[in-house]
């Protein structure tokens, strides 16, 4: 009596199945994992905005760190919106104003000062919440 496999190995039109191969290298795995494990969660960009937009200001010594943390996050969000290829009028707005507003410099003074933080997080909240709202996020992310 003949196996299944030896009677399907004789059979017209059988072919044989390749070996599954990884799609990727053991070194380029390794990398992607060091990678993601760097990843700041959403959570913690929530927590961000938070941070700025919530009941109680930020204090003035820590201006400075919550901006890079923000730009951080527009960073991430913009990323996601262009490996997306979102065409969304809003989302294609709200990277725009993320991108101008990566890119300027804390101003000086307390209130103009906690003025771009709160555009920062304004446009950080935006772009998360569409971004959520035109499924690019759960593409990505």
């Given at each position: 009596m003949c196996s299944p496999?030896?009677?399907?190995?004789?059979?017209?039109?059988?072919?044989?199945?390749?070996?599954?191969?990884?799609?990727?290298?053991?070194?380029?795995?390794?990398?992607?994992?060091?990678?993601l494990r760097e990843l700041k969660p959403l959570d913690a960009i929530l927590d961000?905005?938070?941070d700025v937009l919530g009941d109680q200001d930020p204090p003035p010594h820590e201006f400075e760190e919550t901006a890079e943390q923000?730009?951080?996050?527009?960073?991430?969000?913009?990323?996601?919106?262009?490996?997306?290829?979102d065409k969304d009028a809003e989302v294609v707005g709200l990277v725009t104003r993320a991108r101008a507003l990566r890119s300027?410099?804390?101003p000086g003074g307390y209130a103009t000062a906690l003025g771009h933080l709160r555009r920062m997080a304004g446009t950080t909240n935006a772009l998360?919440?569409?971004l959520a709202a035109t499924g690019s996020m759960r593409e990505i992310a």
């Open positions: 496999a030896a009677t399907q190995a004789h059979s017209p039109g059988f072919r044989p199945v390749e070996r599954w191969k990884p799609a990727l290298n053991a070194d380029t795995l390794a990398l992607l994992a060091s990678l961000d905005v938070g923000l730009r951080g996050d527009l960073k991430r969000l913009v990323d996601i919106a262009v490996v997306a290829e300027e410099e804390l998360l919440e569409r």
